[in-house]
Nanobody, 117 residues
Framework: QVQLLESGGGLVQTGGSLRLSCAAS????????MAWYRQAPGKQRDLVAT???????TYADSGKGRFTISRDNAKNMVTLQMNSLNPEDTAVYYC???????????WGQGTQVTVSS
């Protein structure tokens, strides 16, 4: 089993920044891709950004140029730096990890991000 614990959410004004962190623990030897997703009220869960084990990143259009995902394999952590936040970024943000062997997807419990106008 892999446990993912997010932190860093909160309330911020438009234009502000937040840094989300996700700490992985448990059976983490074979973790592959990690990612951040978000889910706004009444909407589906959407991908925000992904990062491979060797640091390659991809971003959804909504976060390009504003969000940065990073990963520290030694500390088993992934972070999401979010800048220039706007109310449309309000959502619960979830950490995701893919274990390679045996294959299994894991999710954190989520952290609330609220951006006020």
């Amino acid at each position: 089993q892999v446990q993912l614990l997010e932190s860093g959410g909160g309330l911020v004004q438009t234009g502000g920044s937040l840094r989300l962190s996700c700490a992985a623990s448990g059976s983490i030897r074979n973790l592959g891709n990690m990612a951040w997703y978000r889910q706004a009220p009444g909407k589906q869960r959407d991908l925000v950004a992904t990062i491979t084990r060797d640091g390659r990143t991809t971003y959804a259009d909504s976060g390009k140029g504003r969000f940065t995902i990073s990963r520290d394999n030694a500390k088993n952590m992934v972070t999401l730096q979010m800048n220039s936040l706007n109310p449309e970024d309000t959502a619960v943000y979830y950490c995701y990890a893919r274990r390679l062997f045996p294959p299994q997807d894991y999710w954190g419990q989520g952290t609330q991000v609220t951006v006020s106008s």
